[in-house]
């Protein structure tokens, strides 16, 4: 019998004023959530968040280009664009910043089908 076992889960613990605790307990009221399902949840949002932070300033100080910045923030680079658009985050212009997925595009339209249009 093969049987699936779920990742062992790892408690960590975080340390709340009162007036957090309170403002906790308040938000869990108001749902079907435990505490900790909430607690665990807005943890993962948070780190997502953070991962994409960092992965656009790493990218905006030119310390990563767009496929590495996408693979540390856990995106699809088209995701990752739609992230830095809705931030007003400028893409910069460089020949290989998109990466592979460019260089395809100019194979199969030919490199002289952007110039042609301007």
């Known amino acids: 019998m093969n049987t699936i076992s779920s990742p062992k889960r790892v408690t960590k613990s975080v340390r709340l ?6 403002q906790l307990s308040e938000l869990v009221g108001v749902t079907a959530y435990s505490e900790a399902a909430l607690m665990r949840e807005w943890v993962l949002d ?10 656009v300033r790493a990218y ?3 310390h990563i280009d767009l496929r ?19 931030r007003k985050v400028a893409v910069l212009d460089h020949e290989n910043a998109f990466g592979p997925g460019l260089n395809a ?5 030919g490199t002289d089908a952007v110039t042609d249009r301007e």
């Open 17 to 22: 004023t009162s007036e957090e605790a309170e």
């Open 60 to 62: 905006q100080e030119n």
């Open 68 to 86: 590495t910045a996408a693979k540390l923030a856990h995106l699809p680079v088209a995701v990752l664009l739609e992230e830095m658009a809705s």
């Open 46 to 55: 948070g780190m997502q968040q953070f991962r994409i932070s960092e992965a």
């Open 105 to 109: 595009l100019r194979n199969a339209f």
